[in-house]
């Protein structure tokens, strides 16, 4: 079943949707204006347009954001509603003010946040920048394809990706998987942590309270970790082309070797390991933060 709803767009023009009436909140984004840039990766210069939306919150419910090709940005926000913008980029001006913000929930609650392509389809060279300003969720998953994804101060537990592009997080208290393939991972202020690239680094820095394992995996770049006092973890760490450095206080050393090293904090509850092939493999102590 399908419900005609109206909307006012960003040129001031009233706009005709029909969207299906179960789990749909927000089909929007009709006629946007244009910008001389929108963050996009690896884009020909082609036509732009700027798109804005809003929702309803639901407290604690999880958030899915999908972008085949653009950077997200997941931002904590005050208030009792969702704001959504878009930066398009299409390969034709009608394609560009014709693609549209969609935001739709679940039957629990979950809102799910993309972008619709003329046709149902993303042309080559097309994509979305987008920006989600959320007061809170549960789990945060985010994917894009060529972007940068970062996310701060959102979510208990998450799963961010990108092709191409860094990825940054932020006080995230739950589990985390955090990954890429060309380009950095950087985590700060987490309890626990599963990061992974192929071409960049990886530093996490992790919360005072750490409360489960932390792997970290690259192939071209160096693995950084730093670990606070009350840190109680096997730490598995190794490298082929570079060198193995344990410098945090209170490891105690099983293993020690220029490329492999294994250190142990506290009762070494956890099992983790940091490893990669050309770079080196840090850990360090967490420095406290000025009050």
């Given at each position: 079943?399908?419900?005609?709803?109206?909307?006012?767009?960003?040129?001031?023009?009233?706009?005709?949707?029909?969207?299906?009436?179960?789990?749909?909140?927000?089909?929007?984004?009709?006629?946007?204006?244009?910008?001389?840039?929108?963050?996009?990766?690896?884009?020909?210069?082609?036509?732009?347009?700027?798109?804005?939306?809003?929702?309803?919150?639901?407290?604690?419910?999880?958030?899915?954001?999908?972008?085949?090709?653009?950077?997200?940005?997941?931002?904590?926000?005050e208030?009792?509603?969702?704001?959504?913008?878009?930066?398009?980029?299409?390969?034709?001006?009608?394609?560009?003010?014709?693609?549209?913000?969609?935001?739709?929930?679940?039957?629990?609650g979950?809102?799910?946040?993309?972008?619709?392509?003329?046709?149902?389809?993303?042309?080559?060279?097309?994509?979305?920048?987008?920006?989600?300003?959320?007061?809170?969720?549960?789990?945060?998953?985010?994917?894009?394809?060529?972007?940068?994804?970062?996310?701060?101060?959102?979510?208990?537990?998450?799963?961010?990706?990108?092709?191409?592009?860094?990825?940054?997080?932020?006080?995230?208290?739950?589990?985390?998987?955090?990954?890429t393939?060309?380009?950095?991972?950087?985590?700060?202020?987490?309890?626990?942590?599963?990061a992974?690239?192929?071409?960049?680094?990886?530093?996490?820095?992790?919360?005072?309270?750490?409360?489960?394992?932390?792997?970290?995996?690259?192939?071209?770049?160096?693995?950084?970790?730093?670990?606070?006092?009350?840190?109680?973890?096997?730490?598995?760490?190794?490298?082929?082309?570079?060198?193995?450095?344990?410098?945090?206080?209170?490891?105690?050393?099983?293993?020690?070797?220029?490329t492999?090293?294994?250190?142990?904090?506290?009762?070494?509850?956890?099992?983790?390991?940091?490893?990669?092939?050309?770079?080196?493999v840090?850990?360090?102590?967490?420095?406290?933060?000025?009050?």
């Amino acid at each position: 079943m399908r419900k005609t709803i109206s909307v006012l767009c960003a040129a001031g023009r009233l706009c005709v949707v029909s969207a299906p009436v179960v789990g749909v909140v927000g089909v929007l984004g009709a006629m946007g204006s244009s910008l001389s840039g929108c963050g996009l990766v690896g884009m020909d210069p082609t036509f732009k347009a700027a798109k804005d939306a809003s929702v309803p919150q639901e407290k604690a419910k999880a958030l899915y954001v999908d972008s085949e090709n653009g950077s997200i940005e997941i931002v904590q926000a005050e208030g009792d509603k969702v704001t959504i913008h878009a930066d398009i980029q299409g390969k034709t001006q009608d394609r560009a003010d014709k693609a549209a913000i969609v935001a739709t929930r679940d039957t629990d609650g979950a809102l799910h946040v993309s972008v619709k392509w003329p046709d149902g389809k993303r042309q080559n060279n097309e994509g979305a920048a987008l920006v989600v300003k959320i007061p809170d969720a549960s789990d945060v998953h985010v994917h894009t394809t060529n972007g940068n994804v970062t996310c701060k101060n959102i979510g208990v537990k998450g799963d961010l990706s990108t092709d191409n592009g860094s990825v940054k997080v932020w006080a995230m208290p739950g589990e985390l998987k955090a990954s890429t393939i060309n380009g950095n991972v950087e985590l700060v202020d987490v309890p626990s942590a599963h990061a992974s690239t192929v071409n960049g680094s990886v530093n996490v820095t992790l919360s005072d309270a750490p409360s489960g394992p932390v792997t970290c995996e690259t192939t071209n770049g160096s693995v950084t970790l730093f670990v606070p006092a009350a840190f109680n973890q096997t730490l598995d760490c190794q490298t082929t082309n570079g060198a193995v450095k344990c410098e945090a206080p209170g490891a105690k050393t099983t293993q020690a070797g220029k490329t492999h090293v294994v250190c142990v904090f506290g009762a070494g509850e956890h099992k983790g390991s940091l490893e990669t092939t050309n770079g080196s493999v840090y850990v360090k102590a967490k420095v406290a933060e000025k009050k």
